[in-house]
């Protein structure tokens, strides 16, 4: 008896319309745990080297966790992961809301989904009633409206859908998979390859309470968080969100702004925490079985803009990607921009960071009125950048071609072009800037996904002795500057990172605050595993190295494991101006973490060694791993 999973898949032939289930034993679900072991186990067994990403041979996993649909805060994650069109290398993106705990409560633990459904379909999951329906009168909505129509077609309105958006259905790169209307699985493009299999949503239901060995002790673990979680590093999320963070950022002098040129925003107050307090905002949301509310919630009613609450607000990452980055200080702007990124299926950092390095290129002469269609595509016009995602969903204008992302859209413009794409393996870099966090700056540049701020670190945290704290039982016990780039600082990285990439498998959102040990003891309630810090660390990193072993055996080799030239470059003012990372600093940094990690310096693979020692050698066998 399997606790924490039910033991069971569904694989779904898109093609040939078949459903079948896939049976997961025991030992599968321990060694690859869930979430990014999943669906880097699915990718390296089943999908062929070299696979095109927008073609029907491209596997569609959703992966949940032992945590997801429990009783508990941050029990609502999941995993959606496939070969990414955007970086052609690993994709796993997790999304919060309730569509997770749904898809658990209805009895599945994954879903694989093979080929390419010949009219537009949609998967309706009721329990173990599982069927393909018609979704052709559904192509073409936004997301809030394709939701009701589900629900209303068939007639529940608890009803879940995960979807991929109008620009998923147009094949954009940048296109994300939305879940509840505002939260997203956004990174990597995993919406262009819902588009690409004609497979236009999941809807879900379920009636079951997902098995654990010790529900008792579970229920309990889920009050005390209730009760405590004031007392945690949780509160902050309650009572600020994330939007607190545009003010913290300017004032280290790592907000980025105008295409990451510089690190302080003069206009940072008009999209700061404390004005869209002031102005827009209406409500705080949350996700399956979380106390903590940290969704902010908004609402704009002018003849310029209309936003709809139902479409949530911008976190951090969308008030710097659309305001800051773009040089944009109109915080109805802002908000309606994520209004359209959310219901069309766009990954708001991505297109935010896209159209500032399509700014720059403008400001620069690169491009012009004829590429923009009159467009004064400047830093500071909202207008402009409102005109860019309509352009970017509708493949429009220089919107088709800034819908390939910064990276394609570089290549194609030419000239200089590229040394203004900030973007990593053909993804572009989130509002954290690695000249402020050095060691961040590792861990996005090895990052299987392309840059990723959330299992990277950051580090400017780890400064004191209480920002270690939850560190200390993973061996790390001296707290280090940001702009350190030792190998003890190497050391904290990897071992950070590790414990941080936890979260893609168990499920947890990386919000709460529980510690190590209280991880360990929720897992043995859930899973009735005789588990250990030990076991979920190397868990997360045989899942990480399991993607990287996956990238290399694409083509993927050292030279991708770099930052945009840009990092390398001071920032002009604020507490680091003029300091800044060498690339020679760099390179000498990532050979460390290679050595630490047992990664090959020559390929980027982990050895043969590492991954014999994560008990995964027909990985080894797999890429002819040394």
Not at 320 to 345: F, P, T
Not at 416 to 423: E, F, G, P, S, T
């Amino acid at each position: 008896m399997s606790y924490g999973h039910w033991g069971k898949g569904l694989r779904v032939n898109l093609t040939t319309g078949e459903i079948a289930i896939e049976p997961l034993s025991d030992l599968f679900l321990r060694r690859y745990f869930g979430g990014w072991g999943f669906v880097a186990y699915y990718l390296l067994k089943e999908l062929p080297a070299g696979v095109e990403p927008l073609s029907g041979d491209n596997l569609l996993i959703y992966a949940t966790g032992p945590t997801t649909g429990q009783p508990l805060a941050g029990g609502g994650r999941h995993v959606i992961g496939a070969k990414s069109p955007l970086t052609g290398g690993f994709a796993a993106s997790e999304s919060g809301g309730f569509f997770g705990a749904e898809l658990k409560r209805a009895g599945w633990d994954l879903i694989l989904f093979e080929g390419a459904a010949p009219e537009p379909v949609y998967l309706w999951i009721k329990d173990d009633q599982v069927e393909l329906r018609p979704a052709g009168h559904l192509c073409g909505l936004e997301t809030a409206d394709v939701q009701d129509a589900i629900r209303e077609e068939l007639g529940d309105r608890a009803i879940r859908v995960s979807q991929c958006g109008p620009a998923g259905e147009r094949l954009v790169r940048i296109a994300n998979v939305i879940h509840d209307a505002n939260r997203a699985a956004g990174r990597t493009g995993l919406g262009a390859v819902m588009g690409a299999k004609n497979l236009k949503a999941v809807a879900a239901r379920g009636s079951q309470r997902p098995p654990a060995a010790d529900a008792d002790k579970v229920r309990e673990m889920a009050r005390w968080f209730r009760e405590h979680f004031e007392e945690t590093n949780s509160i902050v999320f309650a009572t600020v969100g994330t939007p607190r963070m545009v003010r913290a950022n300017n004032e280290a002098g790592g907000l980025p702004t105008r295409n990451f040129q510089q690190g302080v925003f003069d206009g940072f107050e008009a999209i700061s925490l404390e004005s869209v307090k002031a102005t827009i905002f209406r409500d705080r949301d949350t996700c399956y079985g979380c106390p903590i509310r940290c969704k902010w919630v908004v609402e704009v009613d002018n003849e310029r803009f209309k936003v709809d609450r139902k479409y949530g607000g911008p976190e951090y990452e969308t008030l710097g990607a659309l305001g800051a980055c773009c040089g944009v200080s109109d915080l109805e702007a802002v908000a309606y921009g994520n209004q359209l990124c959310n219901a069309n299926g766009l990954d708001s950092i991505g297109t935010g960071v896209t159209i500032a390095f399509a700014m720059e290129c403008f400001e620069r002469g690169l491009i012009g009125l004829e590429e923009t269609g009159g467009i004064e595509l400047r830093f500071g016009n909202a207008d402009a950048m409102i005109a860019m995602i309509r352009q970017i969903v509708a493949r429009e204008g220089l919107g088709k071609l800034l819908g390939e992302g910064s990276k394609r859209a570089a290549e194609a413009i030419g000239g200089d072009a590229l040394r203004y794409a900030v973007q990593i393996k053909g993804q572009e870099v989130a509002m954290h800037d690695p000249r402020v966090k050095y060691g961040h700056g590792i861990g996005i540049a090895v990052s299987p996904t392309g840059a990723d701020h959330v299992h990277s670190v950051h580090d400017n945290g780890y400064q004191t002795d209480g920002g270690i704290r939850d560190l200390k039982p993973l061996g790390v016990y001296e707290p280090l500057p940001f702009d350190d780039l030792s190998t003890a600082k190497m050391q904290m990285v990897r071992r950070a990172m590790m414990w941080r990439v936890q979260h893609n498998l168990t499920g947890l959102c990386s919000f709460q605050a529980w510690s190590p040990q209280q991880l360990v003891e929720l897992i043995t309630a859930i899973t009735g595993w005789n588990t250990s810090i030990m076991e979920i660390f190397q868990a997360a990193e045989r899942a990480y190295d399991m993607a990287r072993a996956f990238n290399a055996r694409e083509g993927f080799g050292p030279e991708d494991d770099t930052v945009p030239p840009r990092f390398t470059e001071a920032l002009p003012e604020g507490p680091v101006a003029g300091k800044v990372f060498s690339a020679e600093q760099f390179q000498a940094a990532l050979k460390d973490f290679y050595r630490l990690m047992s990664w090959d310096l020559e390929t980027g693979a982990p050895t043969r060694a590492k991954l014999e020692d994560l008990d995964v050698a027909w990985v080894a066998d797999l890429i002819g791993a040394v």
